[in-house]
């Protein structure tokens, strides 16, 4: 018995040539993906640690920032000339920063007149027109008012604020560092407050200002403010804000914010003096 082997057409050649191509093509880029995949997966979990290693980090430079707040001395310089203190921790540049509570307008205490004047400014600066700006504080004048006449039931945190018809995302962020709800009282501490601040207080003006951040970087006692002393307190704290900042050597970086209350006395049998109001 014989077989004849039979011979293909230079068509039925040139699919199987074809064929023999695109599976080749195919099998490369099956390859080629599968390497992709694997390394990606891989560079994930490499910055998923390198977070949670920055994040780890963030937590022991608040713990620092709290064992500092105990420094009245260095509290005071740090607070009225706005200094960053800055540590290595681990691989990791630490910048720690402190905030006065009582140096920022209160959306709780002070009239709708100031909130709204500081909101026009500063929404002017980030994109958002005087009417909306205006909107905003009258919307925020009209909650619902304590017995004593505040808004002080309503407005537990600032970020309540980005609640409020017509606060953008930016606005917030725009006004976010020069508000507050800790404030106490309807006053403001000058030494501790920034400009933006101070130049929204009924009765004061550029010279003041200057002289005041003159005293303020040379350690000299605070001067007069004339009229706009009804204004102000002496008093700090005893809510402030800690910043701290982390970048790590490969840029990766994470910000870690608190509220905490310092007091003279102990909180509770822990010894603790340093009380958390609000982390992220």
């Known amino acids: 018995m014989s077989f004849r082997v039979r011979k293909f057409t230079d068509g039925e050649r040139g ?9 080749s093509v195919l099998l490369l880029m099956s390859s080629l993906l599968t390497s992709i995949v694997s ?13 949670l290693q ?6 022991g430079g608040f713990h620092v920032a709290t064992s500092l707040l105990g420094d009245a001395d260095f ?10 203190t800055k540590i290595k921790i681990s691989n990791a540049n630490v910048e720690i920063k402190f905030e006065d509570e009582r140096g920022k307008v209160d959306l709780n205490t002070f009239p709708v007149e100031i909130i709204r ?10 994109g958002v027109d005087a ?5 905003i504080a009258e919307r925020l004048s009209k909650l619902p008012t304590s017995k004593n006449g505040d808004r002080a039931e309503k407005i537990r945190s600032i970020s309540d604020l980005q609640f409020i018809e017509g606060v953008t995302l930016d606005f917030y962020k ?3 560092p020069y508000i507050t709800v800790h404030g106490l009282d309807r006053k403001i501490n000058p030494m501790t407050a920034s400009k933006q601040v101070l130049n929204h207080i009924p009765g004061i003006n550029y010279s003041d200002i200057q002289k005041l951040f003159s005293a303020r970087l040379n350690q000299k006692p605070r001067p007069s403010l004339g009229s706009a002393e009804s204004w102000f307190t002496s008093l700090t704290g005893p809510i402030y804000k800690i910043v701290v900042s982390v970048k790590l050597p490969n840029e990766i970086s994470h910000t870690l914010t608190a509220l905490v209350v310092l007091s ?13 109001i609000e982390i992220h």
């Open 75 to 84: 509290l005071k310089m740090a607070l009225e000339q706005g200094n960053i």
């Open 131 to 135: 009417f909306n700006a205006v909107g």
């Open 174 to 176: 725009a006004v976010e």
């Open 117 to 126: 004047e500081m909101f026009v400014s500063i929404g002017a600066q980030h």
């Open 15 to 23: 699919f199987i040539i074809n064929l023999t191509v695109w599976i």
């Open 39 to 51: 390394r990606t997966n891989s560079s994930t979990l490499k910055n998923n640690s390198d977070l």
């Open 264 to 276: 003279e006395e102990e909180f509770d049998i822990t010894g603790e003096t340093v009380k958390i």
């Open 54 to 59: 920055a994040q780890e980090i963030a937590m």
